[in-house]
């Protein structure tokens, strides 16, 4: 099982960047897919979820209007896109995979948001 994620990088305020995590090893159309972020020092929380259909997706609330997920079944692919960009957003970025069994994580991308 992998998942690699990437498109990370340094931003200025009020930038926009494009996450994507490549799946492979498992069927990536039966999982829930999320993004999580951890800044340091802080706990890792939950930037957004789409369901395995791609049909239901759910942000946290300082994420909403401005980060959009999205998913590409047919190429495995679950994607972040994230403007308006605040140097509170910098963390590392996870991609997850879940179902009702197995829980899966990426390695992580860095975003760093600054001037």
């Known amino acids: 099982v992998q998942l690699v994620a990437s498109g990370g990088g340094l931003v200025q305020p009020g930038g926009s960047l494009r996450l994507s995590c490549a799946a492979s090893?498992?069927?990536?159309?039966?999982?829930?897919m999320s993004w999580y972020r951890q800044a340091p020092g802080k706990e890792r929380e939950l930037v957004a979820s789409?369901?395995?259909?791609?049909?239901?997706?759910s942000y946290a609330d300082s994420m909403k209007g401005r980060f959009t997920i999205s998913r590409d079944n047919a190429k495995n692919t679950v994607s972040l896109q994230m403007n308006s960009l605040k140097p509170e957003d910098t963390a590392m970025y996870y991609c997850?995979?879940?179902?009702?069994?197995?829980?899966?994580w990426g390695q992580g991308t860095q975003v760093t948001v600054s001037s």
């Open positions: 789409i369901n395995s259909s791609g049909t239901i997706r």
């Open positions: 090893g498992f069927t990536f159309s039966r999982y829930d």
């Open positions: 997850n995979a879940r179902s009702s069994w197995y829980d899966y």
